[in-house]
């Protein structure tokens, strides 16, 4: 495996550098940023390219606008946040290559940061678009890329725009460089015992990274809508649950796999059920034997937090992606909460992958606990399904095997 070109490997004092960051930051009706996370952990490598001398040009993308700009789309609420977090004005481009961006670039002296607008309101960024590109990598000297959560994208500021610039000029920023270590320790020697903990929805979106772990894994923990095309191939009657009938059969192979590789694999035992998907209906607890016809498990029962409670006793690793019920509603929400609290009190080494996960831990009050939250949804399952990822791969280093 190549490794990366850190930000620290290239010479960039006094240097003009575009940093490719991932500002696409939740907010609310009123446009108020209600999640910053992704701004703040972008700070460590606009802070070193300050400490270098450096003039800075940020983009990123936010949302996913259709036709150019789009109000609730700009990033201008992100240039005031970042301005007031780093104690520093942030200049702002009102375009992306347009006489705005390109008069404020030229203009831009060392130690100040420019933040241009949102690059999918050029319709060439999703396109790969090398016009678009060359554009972008006109405005520095030197490219940056700290946009882990677009990774797994061939963007124009990911991947076409690595193209203008050589080994010399181009590297990983720190957060890059920080998920693509935790997932590749993760994969490559973790400490064991290694438990992965996985919910959600679906079976299929999760398929993938299941084969890879389960020859890694000495345990596996399945809960979340996911559980019951499992609980299904092994001849339950799980009423109107979530299923995937055209994946039975690979979740009896996982199940079979599991057995020969010796992984321990749990799933869940009790289930809080509802006749509807909403909030106010009435709810049971039922054995994962005794969900009624018509009744649909929504978040793991009270036996089954207490079994895995006990199943990452003894974890010195844990990789945490999906959550245990619809923890949107308060009322199948206990599950995937008190899962993170367990998950959180452990002394593993903790690894939570993917926007819902990292809700949960947050809402449960756990985030900092955690020993590494990913920033990334997508980007980090395709780290774990063992993918290289397209704005990666042009910053791994050629000489290095
Ligand atoms: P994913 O994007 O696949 O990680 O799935 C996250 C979604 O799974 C969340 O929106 C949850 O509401 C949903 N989810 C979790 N458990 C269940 C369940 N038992 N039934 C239906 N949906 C679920």
New binding site residues.
Partial sequence: MKDIISVKDIDIAGKSVFIRCDFNVPMDDFLNITDDRRIISALPTIKYCLDQGCKIVLASHLGRPKNGFEEKYSLKPVAKRLSFVLHQDVIFANDVIGIDAKEKVKNLKQGEILLLENLRFEKGETKNDEALAKALSEYAEVYVNDAFGVCHRAHSSVEAITKFYDEDSKSAGFLLQKEIDFAEKLIKKPARPFVAVV????VS??LQALTNLLPRVDKLVI??????TFLKALGENIGN??LEEDLIDEALAILKKGKELGVKIYLPVD?VAAQT?SPDSAVKFVTAQEIPAGW????IGPATTRLFKLAIADAQTIWW?????????DK?SKG?IKMSHYIAESHATTVVG????ADVAKRAGDDEEMTFISTG?GASLELIEGKELPGVKPLRKKDYE
Avoid: I, Q, R, W
Avoid at 199 to 202: F, L, T
Avoid at 296 to 299: A, E, H, P, V, Y
């Fill in positions: 919910g959600g929805s679906k979106g999760k809960g979340g809508g996911m559980a019951f649950s979530l289930v998907f649909m498990g929504l978040d992606n999906g959550p245990m019920g619809v923890f949107e509603m199948f995937s993917g926007g819902d996960t949804g």
